[in-house]
């Protein structure tokens, strides 16, 4: 009864010198369609639960105070600065490749200071990071299990300028782990309302005695103590160490890291502490510590494309910007002196304009730099940043599972990094009867090129463990109806020691071409949020360099073109 639904890009065929099914859950897969097929029917099927009138009886926590945070006030600076910006007499068309958030940010933003951005994406789906499909029965399976935190405060604008903060399902202030010494169990963070940051954070940490004694959290607290001192300089200066390396230096205790920063480490980057730059973790805590807010979590209430891509997308076309899907792009074509001459479509179209961005993901931009660029030092520095593989796997089960929260869950398994009971968590995907985790398997390295079988055969023996009364491997307990395995080999870029120097500024060393991106400088680093400050900031350079862009030759201030080869 088991319905078997993959999307998979682990066999990396090649094709005019670069990947073609090289998944960066973005945009931006710059290669051929990425097909997503579709669940294979058995004779026995589970009816689709009615159609009837979505009635959703979760309770969401309200919507915390986060206008007044520097952070917040900052970012809506910064997005009122586009606005604001004087009208330019002649509007430069910019082509942006990528619509996941950190092109369709950019397009944003260019519009909302009178820019026409034609934002081309390669596949038929939005959102790159954050794509997500329907399947036959309905139901939607995503690239990855996202959070919204309160310290994003560029994303958080961007729900209110767009008018969709209710969209946002925030949960209870508190961070759950799973506790592997005692199956079914949790531990809690849970931190008062009532108290500011950093002390909310500091209550939380100090009444949970299940997980660190207090000579580990009194230890713990001394390691941190240069960093609290320190401040942002003392954080860039951790970048050459390891989570692993620091918590050694710091004389922390070990135990810490096995009982807290494994589980932190494979949420924030898919990774181990062995490997993850302890500037990662403490870019982490100092949002999470110094903002009230800044680790409460919202769940998006539907799915990433239609709940936050297409408001995105309205947005972009109400002011003149175009969106296109299905537009892949084959090779970056230079003019003479070096700069940016078209982008070369699978199709055969080229498409002209006055600027160009390319929004996709890092590994995607290394495989089309033209060979004129490679040995640049800006894109020469882009060979240490690779996108680290990731997979997500959702199941649905045959009934309601009862040990689970309505809220993001710290897995602590060695397979697993973070799950959720979307059938809970979600308006979209609520269902009264039957569960439907979400869980994201990380680190991924020896598992994306394994079966789904193999996969699924994994996570149950995992989630065995975590509902010891619920679940069992063989599925002599509840059933599993159908799942959908998400393969991405290229996520976003793996955060190791040492790659901050080479994280790339927005503007590139070649006029009129910029690049958008979570890997590329910003403060925070690989996330969804980084993502739209990236987008942000490649605007703003657009905007800087109008008197250049809009003087320049040969391009000329028309209308960006798309041309057939053929004509």
């Known amino acids: 009864m088991v319905v078997f639904g993959n999307v998979s890009a682990a066999n990396l065929p090649y094709q005019n010198g670069f990947v073609e099914a090289l998944s960066s859950g973005g945009c931006e897969l710059m290669g051929h369609s990425f097909r997503v097929p579709t669940s294979q029917a058995l004779k026995t099927r589970t009816r689709r639960r009615s159609a009837a009138p979505l009635q959703v009886v979760c309770v969401d926590i309200p919507r915390p105070e986060l206008e007044n945070t520097v952070n917040f006030l900052e970012a809506a600076s ?21 619509a996941g958030l ?7 933003y260019l519009a909302d200071a009178g820019h026409e951005p034609l934002l081309l994406e390669a596949r038929d789906v939005l959102g790159g990071k954050i794509a997500a499909w329907k399947d036959e029965d309905g139901d939607w399976y995503e690239t990855g299990l996202h959070i919204f935190f309160g310290a994003y405060p560029n994303v958080q604008n961007l729900f209110g300028e767009l008018g969709i903060n209710d969209r946002l399902q925030w949960k209870e202030h508190s961070m759950i782990f799973a506790m592997p010494s005692k199956p079914g169990e949790f531990s809690r963070f849970d931190f008062p309302d009532v108290l500011p940051a950093p002390l909310n954070g500091i209550w939380a ?3 949970n005695n299940e997980m660190l004694t207090w000579p580990e959290k009194i230890k713990f607290a001394i390691g941190l103590l240069p960093a609290m001192v ?6 860039e200066a951790q970048d050459g160490l390891s989570v692993k390396e620091w918590m050694q230096k ?11 920063f494994i589980a932190m480490s494979k949420a924030l980057n898919f990774i181990n502490p062995d490997e993850l730059s302890m500037q990662c973790i403490l870019i982490a805590l100092n949002r999470f510590l110094q903002e009230k807010h800044g680790s409460k979590m919202a769940f998006l209430d539907g799915n990433p494309p239609e709940r936050l891509c297409m408001p995105i997308v309205e947005h972009i076309r109400s002011l003149g910007g175009e969106v296109q899907l299905n537009s892949r792009i084959k090779k970056i074509e230079l003019n003479n002196d070096g700069t940016v001459k078209n982008f070369l479509l699978t199709n055969g179209s080229t498409v002209e304009g006055d600027a160009y961005v390319f929004a996709g993901p890092v590994d995607i931009l290394k495989l089309l730099l033209p060979d004129s660029w490679k040995e640049i030092p800006y894109f020469k520095k882009l060979d240490k940043l690779v996108g680290v593989p990731v997979i997500n796997v959702h199941i649905w089960f045959d009934r309601k599972l009862k040990n689970t929260y309505d809220h993001l869950l710290f897995s602590r398994s060695n397979l697993l990094s973070v799950y959720a009971d979307m059938s809970l968590t979600c308006k979209e995907y609520y269902d009264p009867n039957r569960s439907m985790l979400e869980l994201v398997f990380a680190p991924a390295e020896e598992w994306i090129s394994r079966t789904d079988s193999d996969i699924i055969d994994a996570t149950m023996k995992e989630l065995e463990k975590l509902f010891p009364d619920e679940i069992s491997a063989d ?6 109806l159908k799942y959908h395995v998400v393969k991405t080999p290229r996520s976003v870029y793996k955060t190791i020691p040492n790659c901050e120097p080479c994280r790339p500024l927005q503007r590139s060393p070649i006029e009129g071409f910029y690049l958008a991106g979570d890997y590329t400088k910003q403060k925070y680093l690989a996330s969804m949020e980084g993502a739209v400050l990236s ?6 350079s657009i905007v800087q360099d109008y008197e250049l862009l809009a003087a320049s030759g040969p391009r000329k201030l028309s209308e960006a073109t798309v041309s057939s080869s053929s004509s």
């Open 102 to 108: 950190a092109g369709l940010s950019t397009a944003k």
């Open 250 to 260: 710091q004389g922390v205790p070990e135990r810490v890291t096995d009982e807290v």
């Open 205 to 207: 940490i100090l009444r």
């Open 535 to 540: 987008g942000k900031f490649c605007s703003q």
């Open 230 to 235: 320190g401040g942002q300089a003392y954080v």
């Open 475 to 480: 599925q002599s307990k509840a059933k599993i």
């Open 78 to 98: 910064l997005s009122a600065s586009f606005r604001s910006a004087p009208r330019p007499a002649k509007p430069l068309k910019v082509v942006i490749a990528g």
